[in-house]
Antibody, heavy 119, light 110 residues
Framework: VQLVQSGAEVKKPGASVKVSCKAS????????IHWVRQAPGQGLEWMGW????????NSGQKFQGRVTMTRDMSISTAYMEVSRLRSDDTAVYYC?????????????WGQGTLVTVSS | QSVLTQPPSASGTPGQRVTISCSGS????????VNWYQQLPGTAPKLLIY???QRPSGVPDRFSGSKSGTSASLAISGLQSEDEADYYC???????????FGGGTKLTVL
C-alpha cells in the first residue's frame, strides 16, 4: 500500500492550491481518504474526508467553504484544494487511508506536501 | 487550544516505563475509540494504537493503550532511544462532527 502525494508548493495569499494523493497497492474505492495538516512546529489538525466510491466529502467545520475534496477513480487519486489561502495555511498536508469516516484509524499515510503561503 | 489535552513533554531513561495521558470529554473519548500516533522528526505520523488498545502488526508489544471514561493513556515499557518522538492521541468528536487530535507530547529518552 502506498499513498504518494504531489510536490511542494509556494503560493501567494488569496490564491488556491490543489494537492494530489495517488493510491496504489489496494482497491481505491474500498477505503476513505482523510486529509490532515501540520503547521510548522505545531500539532496535527484533521481537515476532512472523501469516500472514493461515493464521493460524499465532508470537511471539518473550520474548513467548510474553503476546502474542496475530490477524487478521480480512474487513476486512484484523491485531491484536496484550499482556496483563499492565508499565511496561517502554511503547513505540511498529509493524506491518510481510513477504513471509515469516524474512527480516526489511519493505517497508511502519504509522505506529506509542504504548502508555503507567502507574499 | 486542542480539544484533547496532552502533556507537552515527557521523559524517561532507557528501560523505564512511561505513560502519556490524553484527556477529553463525553463527546469524544468517552463515546468513541481512541487512537495513538507516533511521529518521528521529519516524517509522517505512524499508527501506534487503534480502537483504544489494539496494536497494528509490526508495533512492538512494549506499546499499550487504555481508556477509562473521558481519559486515555499510552504506556511505553522498556523505553528505547528510538522511541524519542512526538505522540498524538485522536478521537472522533460527536459535537464537532469531526476528528480531534491532542496537542502532542514530545517524548525525550534521557
Amino acid at each position: 500500500v502506498q499513498l504518494v502525494q504531489s510536490g511542494a508548493e509556494v503560493k501567494k495569499p488569496g490564491a488556491s492550491v490543489k494537492v494530489s494523493c495517488k493510491a496504489s497497492g489496494y482497491t481505491f474505492t474500498d477505503y476513505y481518504i482523510h486529509w490532515v495538516r501540520q503547521a510548522p512546529g505545531q500539532g496535527l489538525e484533521w481537515m476532512g474526508w472523501i469516500k472514493p466510491h461515493s464521493g460524499g466529502p465532508n470537511s471539518g467545520q473550520k474548513f467548510q467553504g474553503r476546502v474542496t475534496m475530490t477524487r478521480d477513480m480512474s487513476i486512484s487519486t484523491a485531491y484536496m484544494e484550499v482556496s483563499r489561502l492565508r499565511s496561517d495555511d502554511t503547513a505540511v498536508y498529509y493524506c491518510a487511508r481510513g477504513s471509515d469516516f469516524w474512527s480516526g484509524h489511519f493505517d497508511y499515510w502519504g509522505q506529506g506536501t509542504l504548502v508555503t503561503v507567502s507574499s | 487550544q486542542s480539544v484533547l489535552t496532552q502533556p507537552p513533554s515527557a521523559s524517561g531513561t532507557p528501560g523505564q516505563r512511561v505513560t502519556i495521558s490524553c484527556s477529553g470529554s463525553s463527546s469524544n473519548i468517552e463515546s468513541n475509540t481512541v487512537n495513538w500516533y507516533q511521529q518521528l522528526p521529519g516524517t509522517a505520523p505512524k499508527l501506534l494504537i487503534y480502537g483504544n488498545n489494539q496494536r497494528p502488526s509490526g508495533v512492538p508489544d512494549r506499546f499499550s493503550g487504555s481508556k477509562s471514561g473521558t481519559s486515555a493513556s499510552l504506556a511505553i515499557s522498556g523505553l528505547q532511544s528510538e522511541d524519542e518522538a512526538d505522540y498524538y492521541c485522536a478521537a472522533w468528536d460527536d459535537s464537532l462532527d469531526g476528528l480531534v487530535f491532542g496537542g502532542g507530547t514530545k517524548l525525550t529518552v534521557l
